[in-house]
């Protein structure tokens, strides 16, 4: 006898294009321009390998004196050429699955199934936020390090270390001359609430009439797993200015993160198991993702320290030493403010 089941429901290839609704550049760090998505990158992410090189351009050096003409007919100017350079990157392989029993859809009078697969490209979209999150922090140990925090401004310990508008200032001039650069700025909603409390947030519609919140002219991104640090009115929250970049990833218009998304060899999975729950049965859906998610103008250090598990987990990304700038401060269109709300 003919009987319908989730994985007559649910065909594989219909599957992905159905949860590919869930786009991850509904999140506010994409919706920002913070991450961009990255052709290079998806070829990177679908080719072998586990890490590997970025090539991208350098800008035109300024340093550079321009060519004096003259009339002299002898007298050839010689062309200087384009640099470029690499960045090394790692590729992660990551999955998630969820399983429910038969009798639970019936009792519920609702499939869970059904839910699991229509929120599971929101799951995935918050674990990237998670990742970028955790890189951030990465960089952040990696500047303090071994860059002399030329990123950084901590007004923690000054006076009452409040949030103020001029601290954002030191902040995204810690860029020099190139300060203009920063599209976003992603904050802890604790942060976010002075912030409104000091009337420094402009609210604007977007094109669907849906209101954003900007300071400054910068998009603000909230995100309550932004760095934090010890407790009640003593807590010190780290709020990360974005640039939009004014490098590109291997010639193509860049971000301060690229993403790249590869492809599994079975990204979509779903399982019976008949004789579970005494016969009443069990049914298992999963997702398999292979990806890039990779900051400009930092290597990845694979034998920084010791993986985790065989792709870094957001532990091992925060670690300063899996981290190492490559490029000049101005380059990095990213910047850190430490600061209590």
């Not at 976003?184 to 002075?194: D, E, G, P, T």
Request: charged share 20%.
């Amino acid at each position: 006898m003919a009987v319908v089941r989730l994985t007559d429901a649910v065909v594989p290839t219909v599957y992905r294009s159905y949860t590919a609704l869930n786009l991850p550049e509904t999140t506010q760090f994409f919706s920002s321009g913070v991450i961009a998505r990255n052709a290079l990158f998806d070829t990177i992410a679908r080719a072998g390998g586990i890490t590997g090189t970025i090539p991208f351009w350098l800008d035109l050096d300024p340093t550079i004196e321009e060519n004096q003409s003259n009339d002299d007919p002898a007298d050839f100017a010689v062309p200087n050429k384009l640099g470029s350079a690499t960045m090394h990157y790692r590729k992660c392989f990551v999955n998630q699955s969820y399983s429910a029993m038969d009798l639970v859809a019936e009792l519920a009078g609702s499939s869970p199934m059904q839910r699991i697969r229509n929120r599971f490209g929101v799951y995935w979209q918050r674990r990237d936020q998670r990742r970028l999150i955790a890189t951030v922090a990465g960089i952040y140990a990696d500047n303090l390090a071994n860059d002399g925090g030329d990123m950084i401004v901590n007004i923690s310990a000054v006076s009452d270390g409040i949030f103020t508008a001029e601290s954002t200032i030191d902040a995204e001039f810690t860029m020099g001359d190139a300060a203009g650069s920063f599209v976003a700025i992603a904050v802890h909603s604790q942060v976010l609430a002075r912030m409104e409390k000091n009337d420094l947030i402009d609210v604007i519609p977007d094109s669907q009439g849906f209101p954003v919140k900007f300071y400054r002219g910068k998009r603000v991104i909230v995100d309550d797993n932004m760095p934090k640090t010890g407790s009640g009115l003593s807590t010190v929250y780290t709020s990360v200015f974005f640039g939009a970049g004014a490098f590109g990833f291997g010639g193509v218009e860049g971000h301060e993160f690229a993403l790249g998304e590869g492809t599994p060899m079975n990204p979509v999975w779903v399982e019976r198991v008949e004789q579970a729950g005494q016969g009443g049965g069990q049914e298992s859906i999963g997702e398999r993702r292979t990806l890039i998610l990779h900051p400009f103008g930092f290597d990845w250090i694979e034998a920084g320290a010791a993986i985790t598990e065989f792709s870094p987990v957001n532990a091992d990304l925060a670690l300063a030493a899996h981290w190492n700038r490559i490029v000049a401060r101005k380059q990095v269109p990213m910047a850190f403010l430490l600061s209590k709300a």
